[in-house]
């Protein structure tokens, strides 16, 4: 090497070492909110301190803008949404337990032994796991992916709420299966079959095929399945039928599939295929996408959220134009060759936006209530599924014409509780007073609000639905 060269090394070499001394590693506090995706919550006991029982929220922060390091920039967080100060009075959370994660989280889902007493369908629910060590202790796992580290996590949650990431928490998903989003987890035992798995989805993947990556929760092995083409969106299991239903990440027709997890995958040529059906969305309904999924109480009927375009304009430009977002509602009843019908029963607008449903708590001889996000339009939904419609819309607030939940609202988690434990708001005019009463139902709905780094609690009677008031926010950004 002549000298020229060696003193173009020797500077290259130190701006690369002021570079790292410039800019050295940073790590998001364990203590805020930072672009949160996905919730999931469960519930604990009554105890002397906690007459009224309490919850666990867990709450996925996604470190969207890339202000923290990406490798580590996400973090898993449990909360105790209770204990923990609202906004207004300075927004100090109750972390109970937490970790750091690849950045671009996604969904979250929730698995634990059984459902506490007064929420028999509470949907962490695995019986197939519920003699594993950490089960039986009265703790379960939280599961969620990394899209930018193309990493799934198994994570370790204590009956306290600490979170612990061993040896076997982290799964690196191979190059062809890109932006794993969507979680999902089946755990059934039916004709001498016990299946208990998690599902992920991959909104892009190469050759666009439509890949789902199976987690065995029993053996820790981690399958990559091929759903014929088109990216998957997210998924649902219906326990009722032994069905996973897969939603696409492809604007237009794309494909809507399901199967049954419990029957064996066929090996072809290296690649393992389950036994799906399905078909185009469009053929259910044209103009539309599918996105989130959310199931009836007895599973006969499969809720859709649907984003509607113009379709002549698709047909003749190739381009997506949205027009809205909408609820439709599917049902699965079994027909002659022993698959759902899949008959498309309604439709029903609800606002802009590719935000998520759930499915309120269950109540004997009651109809469900479904909660809908919308994060384009910053707005909440409530669907009744007896009245077939939204019976109450929470958009702007009066007093400041902004998004009354902050912007980008997506994430939902959600819960029956005791009256005794409804929160006293703070008084300032963006929360009401809470509708829940001693001798009546109570239920609370969590919202995140993408954008604002903090977490919405809503309480409503489910037999006085449009009188969902905001009585608190938890949490705040950096």
């Not at 906690?50 to 803008?65: E, I, R, Y």
């Not at 923990?84 to 109750?94: C, E, F, W």
């Not at 708590?361 to 009245?387: Q, S």
Request: include cysteine; charged fraction near 15%; glycine fraction near 10%.
């Amino acid at each position: 090497m002549t000298r020229f060269p060696k003193i173009i090394a020797l500077l290259a070499f130190g701006l690369a070492a002021g570079c790292r001394d410039s800019y050295p590693t940073v790590q998001p506090p364990l203590e805020i909110l930072y672009f949160p995706v996905g919730l999931a919550v469960r519930q604990l006991p009554p105890t002397p301190a906690t007459p009224f029982g309490s919850s666990q929220l867990a709450v996925v922060n996604s470190n969207f803008d890339l202000r923290y390091d990406e490798p580590s920039g996400g973090t898993l967080l449990v909360i105790d949404p209770d204990q923990s100060q609202d906004t207004q009075r300075g927004g100090q959370m109750k972390v109970l337990g937490s970790l750091r994660a690849g950045s671009f989280g996604g969904e979250l889902t929730m698995i634990d032994g059984g459902c506490p007493a007064g929420w028999p369908d509470c949907p962490s629910r695995c019986a197939e796991l519920a003699t594993a060590p950490a089960f039986a202790e009265g703790g379960g796992n939280l599961i969620f992916a990394s899209r930018s580290a193309r990493t799934l996590y198994r994570v370790s949650m204590g009956a306290d709420g600490s979170l612990a990431c061993g040896n076997t928490c982290q799964s690196l998903l191979p190059v062809d299966r890109l932006d794993p989003y969507g979680i999902s987890f089946a755990c059934s035992s039916k004709g001498g079959s016990t299946a208990a798995y998690a599902f992920v989805s991959h909104l892009v993947a190469a050759n666009n095929l439509g890949w789902l990556t199976r987690l065995d929760l029993r053996s820790n092995d981690v399958v990559g399945m091929i759903l014929g083409f088109d990216g998957t969106y997210t998924s649902i299991f219906n326990r009722s039928n032994d069905l996973v239903f897969v939603s696409s990440s492809v604007t237009v027709n794309a494909q809507f599939r399901w199967f049954n997890p419990l029957i064996d995958l066929t090996d072809f040529d290296g690649f393992a295929l389950p036994e799906y059906a399905g078909t185009a969305f469009t053929n259910f309904l044209p103009g539309a996408v599918a996105r989130d999924m959310a199931l009836s109480s007895n599973g006969r009927f499969l809720y859709v959220t649907v984003q509607l375009y113009d379709l002549a304009l698709a047909a003749q430009t190739g381009q997506f134009f949205t027009l809205g977002g909408a609820l439709a509602v599917f049902d699965l009843f079994e027909n002659s060759l022993a698959g759902p019908r899949m008959a498309l029963l309604g439709v029903e607008r609800t606002c802009l936006g590719a935000g998520q449903i759930r499915r309120l708590p269950a109540r004997p001889n009651k109809p469900d209530l479904f909660a809908i996000t919308c994060d384009v339009e910053g707005a909440l939904a409530i669907y009744d599924a007896d009245a077939r419609r939204v019976v109450r819309y929470i958009g702007q607030s009066p007093s400041t014409g902004l998004p009354a939940l902050g912007l980008q609202p997506f994430g939902i988690a959600v819960e029956p509780i005791d009256p005794g434990r409804a929160t006293i708001p703070v008084l300032d005019d963006a929360y009401q007073v809470s509708p829940c009463s001693p001798g009546r139902d109570c239920q609370r709905i969590y919202v995140a609000s993408f954008m604002q780094n903090w977490v919405n609690i809503l309480e409503l009677d489910p037999d006085r639905p449009s009188e969902i008031a905001l009585v608190k926010r938890i949490g705040r950004g950096p």
